[in-house]
């Protein structure tokens, strides 16, 4: 109920103006521009996204390649169970 009165005496709109968030005001208007500006932030934050785990994976596969270089093919890390008699 609450929205609906907002709807219809524009307080939404008046709300949107007074913070400087024209982008979210509803207007009549159907504006081309924001449909094109929307996909083009979309497409950024995907593209930045992707980077990002990207990133996080050879950031992650360098460590693991790290760690096995440190053992040596020769020496016991404890998981077989050979012993020395």
Known sequence: ML???FNYFEIWS???KTFGLE?????????EMKLVNGR???KNERAK?????????GDLELREKKSANKKSPGSSDGDDNTRLL
Do not use: G, M, P, W
């Not at 996204?49 to 994976?57: H, M, S």
């Open 3 to 5: 929205l609906c009165v």
């Open 14 to 16: 008046k709300i949107c």
């Open 23 to 31: 982008d979210l005001a509803f207007t009549s208007i159907f504006d």
């Open 40 to 42: 083009e932030l979309l």
């Open 49 to 57: 996204q992707k980077r990002n785990i990207d990133r996080y994976a």
